[in-house]
Nanobody
Framework: QLLESGGGSVQPGDSLRLSCTTS????????VGWYRQAPGNLSEFVGG???????LYGERVKGRFTLSRDNSMNTVYLQMNDLKPEDTAVYSC??????WGTGGLTYWGKGTLVTVSS
C-alpha cells in the first residue's frame, strides 16, 4: 500500500530524493520510517519521521540524509546528500501509528533501488 520512488544510479557525492506515498489512505496519522537492505546484509534503519514532524536518523546517515513530510501531498521525502557507495541498497518505507514507522499495524512498500558507484 506504500509506494517508493526516486531511486536510481548515481555517483559518489551526488544526491537523490526518495518519495514514499500511498493512495487511498492518508499518511497524516502515521509515523513513516525508511529502511534499507544491501545484498547479503540485514535491514538497516535509515530514519523515521513522526506525525508531528520529529525525526530520528541512523548513525550512518546522520548529517547527510533529511526526512520531511508533506501532508497535503500525502508524501514523505528522504533527501539523501553526499551519497557513498556503502549507501547502495534497496530502500523501503514503512508506516505505523506508533514509533518511528514500525510498531503495531505496519504497512510496507516494495522498495526502490539506490546504486552509488563511480
Amino acid at each position: 500500500q506504500l509506494l517508493e520512488s526516486g531511486g536510481g544510479s548515481v555517483q559518489p557525492g551526488d544526491s537523490l530524493r526518495l518519495s514514499c506515498t500511498t493512495s487511498g489512505r492518508t499518511l497524516r496519522p502515521y509515523a513513516v520510517g525508511w529502511y534499507r537492505q544491501a545484498p547479503g546484509n540485514l535491514s538497516e534503519f535509515v530514519g523515521g519521521i513522526r506525525q508531528n514532524g520529529a525525526t530520528l536518523y541512523g548513525e550512518r546517515v546522520k548529517g547527510r540524509f533529511t526526512l520531511s513530510r508533506d501532508n497535503s501531498m500525502n508524501t514523505v521525502y528522504l533527501q539523501m546528500n553526499d551519497l557513498k557507495p556503502e549507501d547502495t541498497a534497496v530502500y523501503s518505507c514503512s508506516a505505523s501509528p506508533v514509533g518511528w514507522g514500525t510498531g503495531g499495524l505496519t504497512y510496507w512498500g516494495k522498495g526502490t533501488l539506490v546504486t552509488v558507484s563511480s
